[in-house]
């Protein structure tokens, strides 16, 4: 919609939008935006602008009708492009800057364009905070001078307030209002129930977090204990994945959740379907990876490392040989066309549904012949079902105006902590 609109400007005899357009986006997007420009907009002259001689390709920005880059090229050439005038300015992914702190926020903010758009699908990742960081890069002036957060977060009918006066500039659609066209999507969760070995290890770790957080709390105050409670749910859900995660020496060792996951995703293979399979814990991809070595099956492999990411991607979607595609949840969440495939696997939840649901929208999109199918995998028992259960009681309660997911640490209450360890 956006290369549609750059281009339609391009053609107008109107004067006020005429100049070059900006497009910045992380570093895995590059490709994406290369490949629709080229596809849906060849008349628009593209520049991309990186590599060690970049700075010099500055005065050569009005041969071309879009300068796109990524934000850490953005954040370090700030000096050269801060005084350039560009007609549009757009980020993807908008909510790298959704931190007012960062370098990468501030280059933002010094861009300079008669019209900016901020594109994501996660305003708000953590706190309501990081959507009046967006706003500032998109309208600075809207905001008040000197407004105070912390007060605005404590005084819910303030915080009302102040989002309704931003939806007028928010255009916000959902999958169901806009690809009315798009086959079903089938979401399910997968429930693991423990291996014996896997359930006495993760039984023993409960036992030893519950004693020591209850003493860390009970000394220090349940806000100064967040680190400890943080690596507490990670060391029990890094188990409740596969107990290879936290020590070696249990990589021989059984784990629900693969035994699961070969059960489901063998049967698609053999009627030649191609599998996505979606991992936080590039460790746990790795095990997996293993597992689908000694089975013959072949895959593709994707995390932050790899380098010639295009080359990955093209590899699962025409090499037949290729029937699972291993991705880091991370690296892969956004930024993929992967409609050759029509089988999902989340092997372990996220803390904020709307990242995995991007993970989904990699092959529930434009493109896609086919009925979805979308699978979590859960261990029966463990910290993963509470978390879930956690989850759904502290939705934001100004959902209504935009989808948010408060970070489920920062609401944590002593009752939760002894619901989730319990």
Not at 89 to 109: F, M, W
Not at 164 to 183: C, H, N, Q, S, Y
Not at 200 to 223: A, G, R
Not at 299 to 324: C, Q, W
Request: charged share 25%; aromatic share 10%; net charge positive.
């Amino acid at each position: 919609q956006v290369l549609a609109h750059l281009q339609k400007i391009k053609y107008t005899k109107e004067k006020y939008c005429k100049g070059q357009h900006l497009i910045v986006f992380p570093k895995s997007l590059v490709y994406n935006w290369q490949a629709e420009a080229k596809k849906f907009t060849p008349d628009l002259k593209v520049l991309v602008y990186e590599g060690a001689k970049r700075k010099s390709l500055v005065k050569n920005f009005e041969s071309f009708d879009l300068i796109i880059m990524t934000y850490a090229v953005m954040r370090k050439d700030i000096k050269e492009l801060k005084d350039y005038q560009f007609s549009y300015s757009v980020l993807d992914e908008a909510q790298y800057i959704k931190n007012t702190t960062t370098r990468v926020a501030k280059a933002a903010y010094l861009i300079k364009s008669k019209y900016k758009l901020a594109l994501t699908g996660t305003p708000v990742e953590n706190h309501i905070g990081e959507l009046f960081s967006i706003f500032r890069y998109l309208i600075p002036s809207i905001l008040p001078k000197g407004y105070s957060l912390g007060k605005i977060k404590s005084n819910e009918e303030s915080m009302k307030f102040i989002l309704r006066g931003l939806m007028p500039f928010i255009l916000r659609r959902t999958k169901a209002e806009v690809l009315t066209d798009l086959p079903e999507k089938v979401e399910s969760v997968l429930y693991c129930e423990f291996e014996k070995k896997q359930e006495n290890i993760y039984n023993e770790m409960k036992t030893f977090y519950q004693k020591s957080l209850t003493q860390k709390v009970s000394e220090d105050s349940l806000n100064k204990s967040k680190i400890q409670i943080l690596e507490a749910l990670l060391r029990m859900r890094q188990v409740s994945c596969h107990p290879g995660l936290i020590n070696k020496d249990y990589l021989s060792l059984n784990s629900s959740k693969m035994i699961t996951l070969m059960e489901n995703i063998e049967p698609l293979i053999e009627r030649e379907e191609k599998v996505l399979i979606f991992s936080q814990f590039t460790s746990f991809l790795s095990i997996i990876k293993q597992e689908l070595q000694s089975r013959g099956i072949g895959y593709a492999y994707l995390d932050g490392k790899t380098n010639k990411r295009e080359a990955v991607v093209n590899s699962f979607k025409k090499d037949t040989s290729k029937s699972v595609f291993l991705i880091s949840l991370k690296a892969g969440g956004v930024g993929l066309n992967l409609t050759e495939a029509s089988y999902c696997f989340l092997v372990d939840p996220w803390w904020n549904p709307d990242v995995e649901a991007q993970a989904i929208d990699r092959i529930h999109r434009i493109g896609q012949s086919r009925k979805v199918f979308a699978y979590r995998l859960i261990t029966k028992g463990s910290i993963e079902e509470k978390i879930l259960k956690l989850q759904q009681s502290k939705r934001d309660v100004s959902n209504n105006i935009l989808a948010t997911d408060e970070s489920l640490l920062k609401q944590m209450s002593t009752e939760d902590l002894q619901f989730l360890f319990s």
